[in-house]
């Protein structure tokens, strides 16, 4: 299908420097847990995007120096020229398919506790470090000031060495030593470097200039810069000093990549800030005070909304992190004309917990993410059919659904049989809490393309039975049959059921979700520490119950902090009235009340309760399985030859590890094993 001229704009090559990006789509710089640890993956993971039409395709941040090392967090590393071979694989990656390749130079300052290197981190003033490791980073003196620009300037040599064609110079996130030097409160100096915001906007402005004068002539000097930090009068923000900032700086970079503050904020999820381009209230200035091309983001999926920000001269390059991750190939589906086959991002921050918990990188929307090497798997290409057997794949939740596409685009004939009456499982139904309304579109992008497929028949309303499937004469079944919350406390925190249940009404998530709420006095216990607990707080409460959640942790929500979330759930709940008490769990219950205990020294209390919410653990729906699978005489007789649990049935887990299993499941189908390939991780060799 031709591309929509409405869209040209989107493919008009622009001039960085002395560089020349071929689109306006920039994939902007963005962790994955791969890093210096991951080079293959890393390079196969870029590449990836380079081939999907980005123009621009950049790494994460890449410390520059031992003395800003921020493990256990795997970044990338550019020391010195022992780390340029890694870093060609990127590079070479993204060139195979005209894109530039760019570099995202780091000094993490006092963000960084150098764990690993062991040196005493620098800071402009002296102060503890960011994290709550027991340590101090020393004030920098003038030598330190004249080091620091010096390996910057090494690492930019070594950065075109490597290939790069865009190098940066990062001022953002309040995570690097040239942020701190222009926040007051962290830079309380006297001399040249402090006082003054010229002063303090001093060696950013040095090594700006330094970093042109050593590879500007061959490659684009980026300034990443947070233009708010969302801290009123205590921070960076676009109404006061980040103008003057820009004002100062407008035409030393080659390209001005402009962000928000804290991290939080940059990539907040899509149940806090749910409007695509959220960030241009604050980045809109930018352009007005530089001649010099701007980038922006704002979790942008929509061809029309791309348009719109150039056209009104808000950005001159769409930028992008997890639309990138979501949809490699989003730019070119919309130089095709496909724009209903794009995976549009749900903004859940999965893709950021892999960089948070130190593996690699993965996504709801896009199981290939991170798999591009280790498994081979390409986001729009899979291997053809092995027979011309027909499968019946039985649940239209995420996992049926990705493993019916996939199963499709290798050619089977696929059923689709759904015991209810609408698509989606629990992708639908989550859908429906709030914040939660882009979880929906798990469920559109699948389902719309499955039904343009002649090789795929959906029917609803279709609950199966094991008579059913013995009788229907196919060849392969898979089951994606779900997971239901357990109704009897169990989880982490207990291993037997809660006793006095029957005097209380008990209610689950599914419930709630099946439409019938609880009354009164509702106490919440969460035990299973991710949204779910939190969102059924805030769903009950604007309803007008009384909520009060108990977690055995020390905060609402914990596993929440890995999408960077935790904080404004938190204060969400509590400016909504939600009584919160942590450290403590449920132990037993009464006609009107329930008995907690304190998780540290046991004491119990008694809390008021109309009814209580238990979100503790989930149960597989796995009885059809075992069923079928304990009468082996019966499926060789009906001609069944597999019959497979993929999914929550599986295991339950995520919404993204429900989708990775259905893909998992469609990929290996009549094939290899499912870790086949989880073994052929990388392996640094031995150096002399």
């Known amino acids: ?297 704002g979790r942008f999926t929509s061809p029309d909304a791309m348009v719109s920000q150039i056209k009104r001269g808000v950005l001159d390059l769409i930028g992008a992190a997890r639309p990138s991750i979501a949809d490699p190939f989003l730019p070119n589906k919309i130089a095709e004309g496909r724009h209903d086959e794009i995976r549009e991002c749900i903004g859940c921050n999965i893709c950021v917990t892999g960089d948070n918990l130190c593996v690699p990188i993965r996504c709801t929307q896009n199981p290939t993410m991170g798999e591009e090497w280790r498994r081979k798997w390409h986001p729009e290409k899979i291997a053809p059919k092995q027979s011309d057997d027909a499968v019946l794949v039985v649940g239209s939740g995420p996992s049926g659904l990705e493993c019916a596409l996939q199963l499709a685009n290798r050619g089977y004939q696929v059923t689709l049989a759904e015991a209810g009456t609408e698509l989606g499982g629990r992708s639908t139904r989550e859908s429906r809490l709030p914040g939660l309304s882009s979880y929906a579109r798990v469920r559109d992008y699948r389902s719309n393309l499955l039904q343009q497929k002649s090789n795929v028949e959906i029917y609803l309303d279709s609950k199966l039975d094991e008579a059913a499937l013995l009788e229907f004469g196919f060849k392969h079944i898979l089951l994606a049959t779900g997971s239901r919350w357990r109704r009897d406390g169990t989880g982490r925190q207990h291993h037997a059921p809660l006793p006095g249940l029957e005097l209380l009404p008990v209610f689950t998530p599914d419930d709630l979700l099946d439409g019938n709420s609880p009354a009164g006095e509702v106490v919440i216990f969460d035990d299973d520490h991710y949204y779910m607990g939190g969102v059924l707080a805030e769903k009950l409460i604007t309803e007008g119950q009384k909520v009060t959640l108990v977690t055995p942790d020390v905060k609402v929500s914990a596993w929440t902090e890995f999408t960077l979330e935790q904080e404004k759930i938190q204060s969400r709940l509590m400016k909504l009235g939600v009584r919160i008490i942590t450290s403590h769990s449920v132990n037993a219950v009464t006609s009107d009340a329930v008995e907690l205990a304190c998780c540290y020294t046991g004491r119990t209390s008694t809390l008021p309760a109309d009814a209580l919410l238990l979100v503790t653990a989930r149960d597989a729906n796995d009885a059809l399985y075992h069923s079928l699978k304990s009468n082996p005489a019966a499926l060789a007789a009906a001609g069944i030859k597999t019959v497979e649990v993929i999914g929550d049935a599986y295991a339950p887990g995520s919404l993204a590890s429900a989708v990775y299993y259905g893909h998992l499941a469609a990929r290996c189908f009549e094939g290899e094993s499912w870790d086949a390939a989880l073994f052929e991780g990388e392996r640094p060799g031995l150096v002399n």
């Open 1 to 297: 299908m031709p591309r929509d001229p409405r869209y040209d704009i989107l493919f008009e090559p622009l001039q960085i420097g002395p560089v020349t990006i071929k689109n306006r789509f920039y994939q902007v710089p963005h962790c994955n847990g791969l890093g210096y640890a991951r080079p293959r993956s890393l390079a196969a993971m870029r590449g990836m995007k380079a081939e999907g039409g980005w123009g621009a395709v950049c790494t994460e941040e890449v410390e520059i120096h031992p003395s800003s090392e921020i493990s256990p967090y795997i970044e990338g590393r550019l020391w010195d020229q022992r780390d340029i071979p890694a870093h060609r694989l990127m590079t070479e990656a993204v060139h195979q398919h005209g894109s530039l390749a760019g570099v995202e130079l780091v000094h993490n300052g006092f963000h960084a506790p150098n764990r690993t290197s062991r040196l005493p981190p620098m800071a402009p003033s002296a102060m503890p470090v960011s994290a709550y490791d027991p340590v101090h980073a020393r004030a920098m003196d003038l030598t330190d000031i004249k080091n620091l620009r010096k390996w910057y300037r090494q690492a930019a040599l070594n950065a075109r060495e490597a290939g790069y064609d865009i190098v940066y110079v990062y001022a953002g996130h309040c995570m690097t030593t040239l942020m701190h030097f222009m926040l007051p409160r962290y830079n309380q100096r006297s001399d040249a470097y402090g006082g003054s915001l010229e002063n303090r906007v001093r060696l950013t402005r040095e090594i700006l200039e330094e970093t042109k004068e050593a590879v500007g002539d061959q490659c684009a000097i980026a300034f990443r810069f947070a233009v708010d930090e969302l801290l009123g009068k205590d921070g960076m923000t676009s109404e006061g000093e980040a103008r003057d900032v820009v004002g100062m700086l407008a035409e030393h970079p080659d390209l001005w990549d402009v962000n928000i503050s804290g991290w939080t904020n940059d990539s907040s999820t899509a149940r806090f800030e749910p409007i695509e381009g959220y960030q241009e209230k604050y980045t809109t200035f930018v352009k007005s005070l530089t001649s010099k091309p701007v980038v922006g983001v």
